[in-house]
């Protein structure tokens, strides 16, 4: 484990490994899959933290994303644009609250942000829609989603303003022992 | 500035006043604009430019900023409201008009558009959009002062905080609306201020579990990390510590600090020490958590039985290999022991008859008057029965302590209380496995997951619909004929093994008795073996196809039933065995060590398992899969029946638990075997099978397997331990326990030694008295236990109105937050018709 890699420096490795959850082999070996995603663009050299971001268009072909269903709403909610570009930060910061380190918590605020896909801090109908039809392909009948939706939100709203809003969402998600497990990707 | 439409930075920020709840802010924001990029990214036409520097002066314009209060509040509504009508009514394009917000800040409400909420007025409706509600979590501002709150009180080490102040986990309290947190209504800098300030004053650990959990970008944690931690983002170089660290003396941090770099050392090296990362993902990618559970459950029992062989092998096995006892005269290998574990492996370190009784490397031994013996030569004397007794015991006390731990740990993360309700959206929102990375799977999963909702909305509609009498009794006949049939197969199962022992015995007897040969007398020992596993083989699938018969009402339920009647049936038998054992009549009547001739009964058992399971991969996977693709021309493949495979991992361990007091090199054996069974359980799974089409509940399955785990197989194996050093006596020839009463004499005989020797310990010889003989303090410690258990249910029933009293107070806070929406909306409606 000697100090041959000349990618981050020491400092830098640190900060990763005390702001992620993982450690420094692994964050070589992430920085060796975001360099190969473009290997023109990426340099190998971040000691001087390089502002380079790789579009969404290459971040959604990677096998462990290209065939979520919600591929594109995980790149977005953790771009710190907003419009799905990541930098390396935002790239490590993905897989690290993905991980099966990730506390409940963390995890939850960031499924909020992915479920919610007009951004505006609540996932109402519309969004449930978005997301059941992710989830099945659209195979389910108009009148059927309708259904799921309303029992849905009528299962999870507590205080009865027609949406979900983060609490309820997060206390929906404590009520699943299996959210820990389901919601992880392994790189 | 760019836009046009910026009326409310029209004038300059003004003074700021009092703090207003919904004081109007500056109007909401665009979609932020994306940072500099370097060549690759796509053209930026749809995004603002951003003058240069604007970032240090333009103002924060989260919610809680007063920077642009106008004189005329009235003022500013009418201009707002115009703006969201245009808003609303123009689409995405008017978004181009918004300022743009600081970079970092993500997007929060577009104010609800008419469309969902008809009757409000547009001023409404910029109030709603600024409510604290809609800005939480996406807020820069508001997750600092949440965090900010948090290490403040993490500072004054407060304990639990009390139930009226419970907020929520992203939602900004409104205690930050009071003076002495927030006066002034602190910038998002400020707030960045105090944030960094608090967790300079927390000890690191803290401070680094804090930053672990915030739910900021990476490059933001960094530079509070950064800024929080003094000089420089490094913590090896030592320096001067801004600010106190509290208890902490300067050679106590820098300690920290080295344990810290060398367990990161530790963390970085341990993947290469975790085995089959990349196989694990594999099956995870391919088939899903459920399937993934097996696997992870088989790695656990390796790693249990791997403590169980270490400990074993350095204080018992390396030591009798040092000191080897003389033994007659080995037979030769024939290549049948490897099945029977008889011949030539029977006066070997494999079995407990093999061990010595007495003290190896003693010097003493030759007599008193020795050389060696006399000059106090320096060499440890080695007691070996106390050394068998205590590995074993010491063993299996620490492998109840990681099994009732980890069964504890994944207790707690399943169960939930009051966690009936809710099961749509859970379905909706957690079920969904984001480690599936195939195509083919994916598609699987959308499909299971449509029918799982279709199934759900169906019971829905049809619970209000009473089942007919006649149906009702025809299914409980149905439910009391597949359990009558599932306890008699037991039972006969049970019968036919007693019978087919003592048939067995009695061959054995007379083939001793007429010198038949060698070969003819150990092939027959492996009759009993092959019955039971043919048994545990057939059995499980009958027990399917009642299943299959019953239907019932959920899938989850069925899986619930057909484990119970296979642990049912594998565990009666082992009972049934384990007193065959015992009533010593096992082995060839010709020896009289009756230890050994458990111990290669066992092995014989673990073997043939072995053997069996490979059998029912062969048939049950690949030859069904060939049938169905070749014969039936059926695109399916066959299912990896979870359960099964696991009951039969649990059969193993408990044989392996079993055994270990009479074959001490048995955990090797059942770790060479979990090793084959991971590479060929793989393979086959790969090649043959599909992902399970019903509903499987990965963590609550795994605590489901780790409890049958710790209950009926370890407490078993626990107890046939604790008969057999109490009250079994130890054969007369063989054995480390010979010529004494029980095997638990030799500790007794210990501890008398103990007293004996020197009156300093008599304080051990009287714990022992009293604590473990005496069968009061057991009473006293089993009555703690049930006051313990008593309270914990009692919590918990608090902890259940508690949570019922909370839901409604929720629910009248929506209903204050309604009614409070409608008023202002008719005090703006009277206002309008008014002006």
Not at chain 2, 84 to 93: A, M, N, S
Request: proline share 6%; hydrophobic share 40%; net charge neutral.
């Amino acid at each position: 484990m000697g100090n041959k890699q000349t990618i981050f420096t020491d400092e830098q490795l640190d900060a990763y490994q005390d702001c992620t959850f993982f450690t420094r082999k692994e964050i070589l070996r992430l920085h060796g899959r975001y360099h190969e995603m473009a290997p023109n663009v990426v340099p190998m050299d971040y000691t001087k933290d390089p502002d380079v971001k790789l579009p969404m268009q290459l971040i959604i072909n990677m096998p462990e994303l290209k065939e979520n269903p919600f591929r594109e709403r995980i790149v977005e909610s953790f771009s710190e644009d907003g419009e799905g570009n990541l930098s390396f930060n935002d790239f490590v910061d993905m897989f690290s609250v993905l991980s099966e380190m990730a506390p409940r918590e963390l995890k939850a605020i960031y499924a909020f942000k992915i479920y919610d896909f007009n951004t505006d801090n609540f996932i109402c109908k519309a969004d449930l829609e978005n997301t059941l039809n992710k989830l099945t392909r659209e195979e389910l009948t108009a009148e059927e989603s309708v259904l799921v939706c309303e029992k849905v939100i009528e299962e999870a709203d507590m205080d009865g303003d027609g949406k979900l809003g983060f609490s309820d969402f997060e206390n929906m998600i404590s009520k699943a022992p299996d959210f820990l497990s389901t919601f992880h990707i392994r790189i | 500035m760019l836009e046009p439409a910026a009326a409310a930075d029209e004038g300059d920020p003004g003074p700021v006043e009092e703090p207003v709840l919904w004081s109007p802010a500056s109007p909401s924001a665009a979609r932020p604009v994306a940072a500099r990029t370097l060549a690759m990214s796509q053209p930026l036409a749809s995004t603002l430019p951003i003058p240069e520097g604007q970032e240090d002066t333009s103002p924060d314009l989260s919610p809680y900023d007063e920077g642009a209060v106008h004189d005329s509040f009235h003022e500013i509504i009418q201009e707002q409201g115009l703006q969201l009508r245009e808003l609303c009514l123009g689409g995405k394009e008017p978004l181009a008009y918004m300022p743009p917000l600081a970079p970092g800040a993500e997007a929060w409400a577009k104010p609800e558009c008419s469309w969902e909420h008809p009757e409000y007025s547009a001023a409404t409706l910029r109030i709603l959009a600024s409510m604290p509600s809609r800005t939480i979590g996406s807020s820069r501002g508001a997750i600092l002062s949440q965090y900010y709150n948090r290490t403040a009180r993490l500072r004054r080490r407060s304990s639990r905080p009390p139930l009226l102040q419970t907020s929520r986990a992203a939602r900004p309290s409104l205690r930050q609306y009071d003076l002495e947190l927030d006066a002034g209504h602190a910038q998002e800098e400020e707030k960045r201020c105090l944030l960094v300030k608090e967790l300079q004053s927390l000890p690191s650990s803290q401070r680094s579990h804090l930053l672990l959990t915030m739910p900021l970008s990476l490059a933001q944690k960094r530079s509070l990390r950064q800024d929080s931690s003094g000089q420089g983002d490094t913590l090896k170089k030592p320096r001067r510590i801004r600010g106190p660290l509290p208890g902490c003396s300067q050679v106590e941090y820098h300690l920290i600090l080295g344990v810290r770099s060398t367990w990161y050392g530790l963390l970085s090296s341990l993947p290469t020490l975790q085995p089959w990362h990349y196989a694990l993902k594999q099956i995870g990618g391919r088939f899903g958590s459920s399937v993934l559970s097996y696997f992870l459950f088989l790695k656990t029992l390796l790693l249990f039985n791997l403590l169980l062989f270490l400990l074993l092998l350095v204080f018992v096995v390396a030591m009798q290999a040092a000191y080897p006892p003389t033994t007659p005269a080995r037979r030769t290998f024939m290549g049948l022991e490897l099945l029977t574990g008889a011949g030539s492996f029977t006066h070997t370190l494999m079995y407990c008859g093999y061990y010595s009784n007495d003290t190896l490397n003693d010097p003493c031994i030759l007599g008193p008057s020795s050389v060696r013996c006399q000059r106090g030569h320096s060499r440890l004397p080695y007691n070996m029965p106390l050394a068998y007794l205590f590995t074993i015991g010491v063993s299996f006390f620490i492998t109840c302590i990681l099994l009732v731990y980890s069964m504890s740990r994944s207790f707690g993360e399943s169960y939930r209380v009051d966690s009936t309700r809710g099961d749509l959206a859970m379905k909706l929102f957690c079920t969904w496995d984001w480690k599936v990375t195939q195509r083919r799977s994916v598609q699987l999963l959308q499909d299971n997951l449509c029918t799982q909702l279709k199934e759900l909305l169906g019971e829905l509609r049809d619970q209000y619909r009473p089942r007919s009498l006649c149906q009702q009794l025809h299914r409980l006949a149905v439910l009391a004929l597949t359990w009558a049939l599932s306890l008699g197969s037991v039972l006969a199962c049970v019968l036919a093994v007693y019978y087919f022992s003592e048939h067995m015995h009695r061959v054995q007897q007379k083939s001793w008795e007429q010198h038949s040969s060698e070969m003819q007398e150990e092939a027959q020992l492996l009759a009993l073996p092959l019955v039971v596993s043919l048994m545990n083989l057939v059995l499980p699938y009958v027990y399917s196809g009642l299943g299959t018969w019953e239907r019932q009402e959920s899938p989850v339920l069925g899986v619930y039933v057909a484990i119970c009647r296979n642990l049912l049936l594998k565990m009666v038998v082992l009972g049934m065995l384990c007193y065959h054992w015992l009533s010593r009549k096992v082995g060839l009547s010709g020896d009289k060590c009756w230890e050994t001739s458990v111990g290669q009964e066992l092995y014989r058992f673990v073997v043939m398992d072995f053997i069996f399971v490979l059998l029912d991969t062969l048939l049950g996977e690949l030859l069904w899969r060939l049938i169905l693709e070749k014969r039936l021309k059926r695109k399916q493949r066959p299912e990896f029946d979870i359960a099964r495979n696991v009951l039969e991992l649990i059969y193993g361990q408990t044989l392996t638990w079993l055994g270990v007091l009479f074959s001490p090199l048995l955990p090797a054996i059942q770790i060479l075997k979990l090793l084959l069974l991971f590479y060929i359980k793989k393979a086959s799974l790969m090649k043959n099978c599909q992902s399970p089409s019903k509903p499987w509940r990965a963590s609550h399955m795994s605590t489901v397997f780790i409890t049958l785990l710790c209950f009926p197989s370890f407490l078993g194996a626990a107890v046939f331990l604790s008969y057999t050093i109490w009250s079994a006596k130890p054969s007369e020839t063989c054995s480390p326990f010979r010529t004494l009463e029980t095997i638990y004499e030799s500790g007794k005989t210990w501890v008398r030694r103990l007293e004996h020797s020197g009156p300093s310990i008599t304080w051990f010889t009287w714990i022992h008295q009293h604590l473990v003989e005496n069968t009061f303090f057991l009473f006293f410690m089993s009555s703690i236990l049930l006051a313990v258990i008593y309270l914990k249910i009692q919590v918990v029933k608090g902890q259940r109105r508690i949570i019922g009293l909370l839901k409604e107070q929720i629910t009248n806070e929506g209903a204050d937050k309604t009614f409070l929406i409608q008023k202002l909306h008719s005090i703006y409606a009277k206002q309008e018709q008014r002006t």
